[in-house]
C-alpha cells in the first residue's frame, strides 16, 4: 500500500489550495480514506474523510472551507482547501485503514502566511 500526498505551498490566509492523495496496492475504490494535519507543536488532527459511498465528514475546524472529493478511476483523493487560515499550516497527511491497520503518505507541507 502506498499513498503519495501532493500540492502544499505557501500561500497567503484567504488563498487556496488543492491538495492531491494518489493511492496504490489495494482496491482504492472500495475504501474510505482520510485527511489528516499535524501543525508545529500540535498533535495530528482529523481534517476529512470520504467512503467509498462518496459520504463525506469533515472537523468543524473546516467545515465551510475545504471539500474533500475523490476519483476512482485515477485511485486519488482530493482536498480542496478554500478561506485558508494561518492555523490550518501543518503538514497534511492522507490515510487508508486496510486489512486491520492504518497506513499513511509521507505528508505535504501548507504554510498560511502573509
Known amino acids: 500500500v502506498q499513498l503519495q500526498a501532493s500540492g502544499g505551498g505557501l500561500v497567503q490566509p484567504g488563498g487556496s489550495l488543492r491538495l492531491s492523495c494518489k493511492a496504490s496496492?489495494?482496491?482504492?475504490?472500495?475504501?474510505?480514506v482520510d485527511w489528516y494535519r499535524q501543525g508545529p507543536g500540535k498533535q495530528r488532527e482529523f481534517v476529512a474523510n470520504i467512503t467509498s459511498g462518496h459520504t463525506t465528514n469533515y472537523a468543524d475546524s473546516v467545515k465551510g472551507r475545504f471539500t474533500i472529493s475523490r476519483d476512482n478511476i485515477k485511485n486519488t483523493m482530493y482536498l480542496q482547501m478554500n478561506n485558508l487560515k494561518p492555523e490550518d499550516t501543518a503538514i497534511y497527511h492522507c490515510?487508508?485503514?486496510?486489512?486491520?491497520?492504518?497506513?499513511w503518505g509521507q505528508g505535504t507541507q501548507v504554510t498560511v502566511s502573509s
Open positions: 496496492g489495494f482496491i482504492f475504490r472500495l475504501n474510505t
Open positions: 490515510k487508508v485503514f486496510y486489512r486491520y491497520r492504518d497506513y
